[in-house]
């Protein structure tokens, strides 16, 4: 059984079919989707959905592209949302250099903000890092205590960035680009750290893995990115997709 560690299934393109997604992920061998927030009505929208199915697991956060709707109260918003339902982290939540769509200082702030309240709660968080690998890895670095913990979702830094936070306890997650010819970076990186702090991900409805690239990406396409890492590393499948369940479970938290 495999686990889809970072899931949009509240997306709006899964409104006709997300019942029979869902119900069907045991079929696929699917085993647990973890579906993080990215602004404050998908965070609601994922604790319900955590609510509702017991095999979708909940994450609540703001992302940086919406950093600037946050205001001094939505911090106490999300500490109330990760209350209900199944909340297993704080995400996602990090900085986005790509399309700067808020302005660097308050994507900082903010990212600061919920990494403290991910600290106080004793919650991992699941960080959003496009174009932005230093600030990224100054400001978690900075924030660390014996509280801190998480994962670096769709990795896209260096190998030697990785290895680094792995020291700090953190996990690396792979999606679709693992499965792209011209991807050397996350191919490479791959290969070069242990599958003990490696978490697999599908990003759905985005990302999606060769050989459905260009069509709405759903969990079930998580096979691709164990199937990747399996070829990469010369191990099993099935090793893939056991040690990396492990590892999603031990990070979240989930028995
Ligand atoms: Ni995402």
Redesign the pocket.
């Known amino acids: 059984m495999l686990i889809d560690s ?1 899931a ?1 299934l509240d997306d709006k393109r899964f409104d006709k079919d997300r019942d029979d997604i869902i119900s069907d992920l045991k079929k696929d061998d699917v085993d647990i989707v973890i579906n ?1 927030g ?1 602004d404050f009505l998908s965070s609601v929208k994922a604790v319900s959905l955590s609510e509702k199915y017991e095999n979708i697991y909940a994450a609540v956060g703001i ?1 940086p592209h919406d950093a600037k709707t946050m205001d001094d109260e939505t911090i106490n918003v999300l500490r109330d949302l990760t209350k209900k339902g199944k909340v297993v982290a704080i995400g ?1 939540i990090g900085l986005d250099y790509h399309y700067d769509n808020s302005p660097r200082d308050i994507q900082q702030q903010r990212f600061r903000e919920q990494i403290k309240l991910a600290k106080e709660l004793k919650l991992p968080i699941i960080v ?1 890092d496009r174009d932005a690998h230093k600030d990224t890895f100054d400001i978690i670095s900075e924030e660390l205590d014996e509280n801190l913990t998480g994962v670096i ?2 990795f896209s830094a260096s190998t030697e960035m990785a290895k680094k936070y792995i020291d700090m306890g953190f996990y690396i997650s792979f999606s679709g680009p693992i499965t792209f010819k011209n991807a050397k970076q996350p191919k490479e990186v791959a290969k070069e750290i242990p599958l003990e702090h490696i978490l697999i991900e599908t ?1 759905s409805p ?1 990302l999606t893995p060769e050989p459905h690239r260009g069509k709405r990406n759903q969990p079930v396409n998580v096979r691709y990115v164990a199937g990747k890492i399996a070829e990469l590393k010369g191990i099993k499948f099935e090793e893939v997709a056991k040690v990396t369940a492990e590892n999603t479970k031990r990070l979240f938290n989930i028995k």
């Open positions: 970072h949009h993080p990215a992302h996602e959003h979702h769709s990003d985005y």
